[in-house]
């Protein structure tokens, strides 16, 4: 796949979502790909089954379907882990981009590039919800189950997204990507409660283990271009990766973003360490023969997931949180995802009082 | 299909185009024949002039230890070789489970025959309880190949799936060198030589013959006084250190500061798995309270002492 934007060779269309407006619309963007109504998915899955690399063979195709339970969901977090309170929006499925460490590898039981249409029960759905937590504000995201913007010249989703959330005051709604497509964002009119944000990696992961995806550099500009337009901007610095001359690497990242984008204009940082289920390994070691960051020191959580053993996770955060304060960040929200209480005492100096406490925290920019 | 009475001598058993199972033993056979005789004839085809057997291996075995000199058997009038083979496949797979290798040796055949790989995945792999993915059967085509000795090991020892695929990684000389490890060894203990021996290649770019060519490995294997499974053990924990530096090297301060405490049998000091959370667990037992005081007089003991701090320190 090119670092240019992701068109599918071929789109399935499930025959009961073709008369939704987004079907209509991603039929018109992405121009003469062919496309085939279909009456059940498992016909194509089926096929992709049986070749050699069923993700990458997926990552082919676009199905667009109807979500047919829930659209909003916690994030799942871990169990035995301090968790932040965010909430997904499960709109897309699966990703373009092939990073060696993707979750969704062994996540997603569906390999297809998945839309779905049937916003018109997202918009009510969300009503509900951020009705019945009305007294809280709630952060809110679509980039855990798949790139926020990587498809979004394809479907302009962003556009309807922020629009819808410009009115809802009680909600922090994030964008993530590691995309560069940010034609819709920059056209339109910036909301204080809208955060698109990066994930970032020192530029030799990005390169040897996120395939697909623009450079660092090139995120950190796009994010620039967004900020300079009003939006505030986020940063993920997840999964932190050990290899050779790591701390060079993520302090090149730091200072370069810190330099480029104003730091005032940064919501929050999050840092998460890399983390995965043991079955992800064996999936890891087939599509990305050469890639060796599963076989650092890893050990069983108290989630069942392998992460690196505790001195070196409490090594890699005690360093990066010093870059980030050194190169000018001392005021920006910074946060683990998934970590232990004194993991935060003793990387950050302070942890917070549960779930809500944390959501305060980074909801606090907002005044 | 015709049944009719052949003589042993006529069935070349040579030829195990059709062979599926190697591994098998015909006591409980040997004496169903003996008590019921053979109910089932085997499948055999007529190839070049030759009957070649197709299925049965186990019961025509027993009939030769039993030193019969003919049997019944269905001749197959297929001349196809898939069609014949699928014969074999269909009846045994109505009639038992197969085994991890058997498996493999069905997929080999299949493949050899001309059957097409999509078809062997989407309607085969079912049938054998693989997930039918093309992975999955590229793995037991290469268990196929594997060498006559270490396929008997495997059957064995009962190796399962995750450590038959770990053997798939290395190449017959390393295999053949990895046999005095995995003889005397149990499942997991196997499964840990494999994978950490295989990690510490891949991350180190050193190929596994020359970790098992070092001076450690070959100073252990060469140690008189252990035995297999000593040395199978030794070099699993020398693995293991190369493997997990910063882990070993942390569960031995912890293990050097409790045996400086000098604890009693009976108290046993533990920290959280991996080192993960920030608890230590004690356990003891007692059996009347004057035993419950002793232990506690001796845990209060263990406060005082400066190994005892340094054990938090370890964190």
Redesign the interface.
Known sequence: MSKSEYFPQKIYVEKKSFDFPLTKRILKNVGPVPREVIDDPQEVLDDIKATKDIIGEGKKYLLITRQKGEFVKPCPCTPGYLGCNYFILNIDLNCPLDCSYCILQHYLTNPLITVHVNLEDLWRQLDIFLHRKRLRTIRVGTGELGDSLALDHITGNSLHLVSYFRKKRNAIFELKTKTVNIKNILKIEPAPNVVIAWSLNSSRIAHDEEKGAPSVEERIDAARRVSETGFRIGFHFDPIIRHPDWEKGYEEVIKKLLETVDPARIAWISLGSLRFPASLKAIIEERFPKTKIIYDEFIKGKDGKLRYFKPLRLELYKKIVGFIRAWGGEEIPLYFCMESEDIWREAMGWVPKGEENLEAYLSFPLG | MKKKNLSLKEISLEDERFRISYYFSLEKLILSIQKVGLLYPPLVALRDKHFILVSGWKRVLACIKLGMSSLPVFVTEEEEELKTFLAAFYENLATREFYLLEKAEILSRLKKFGED??KI??RYLPLLDIP????NL?SYLAFSRFEPELKRIIHEKNMPFSSVKLLAGYNPQERKSLLPLLLPSGQNRMKEILEDLM??S??NDIAPQKILSSKEVLDIMGHEKLSPLQKADKIRFFLKKK?????SS?KESFDYLLNKLRLPKTIVVKPS??????NFSVNFSFGNSEELKTNLLKLQELTSKQEFSAIFKL?
């Open positions: 790989e999509k995945v989407q039918s993915t093309l992975s590229e990690e510490i891949r991350r493997r997990y530096p910063a882990l942390r798995p991996f080192f993960e959370e920030e964190k």
